[in-house]
């Protein structure tokens, strides 16, 4: 599984910044890479008050997933 891990600050307080990640279950790397703009897009559209500062795609981490 492959996992696209982002952090997404406050608009109003950019010091207020939290991870968030989507999975993915039958993606590759690249597809995930290919896919995360439009996919992080969607994601600001859905909490308009938050902005992408940074993301990666990676594989999924055991701790995560549990």
């Known amino acids: ?4 891990v982002f952090i997404a600050c406050m608009g109003g307080a950019p010091a207020d910044c939290r991870e968030h990640s989507l999975i993915y279950t039958e993606v590759t790397p690249l597809v995930c890479m290919r896919g995360a703009q439009p996919a992080l897009a969607q994601w600001v559209e ?3 008050d938050w902005r992408i500062a940074r993301w990666s795609c990676q594989t999924l981490r055991r701790e995560r997933s549990i």
């Open 1 to 4: 599984m492959i996992e696209l």
């Open 46 to 48: 859905t909490h308009p």
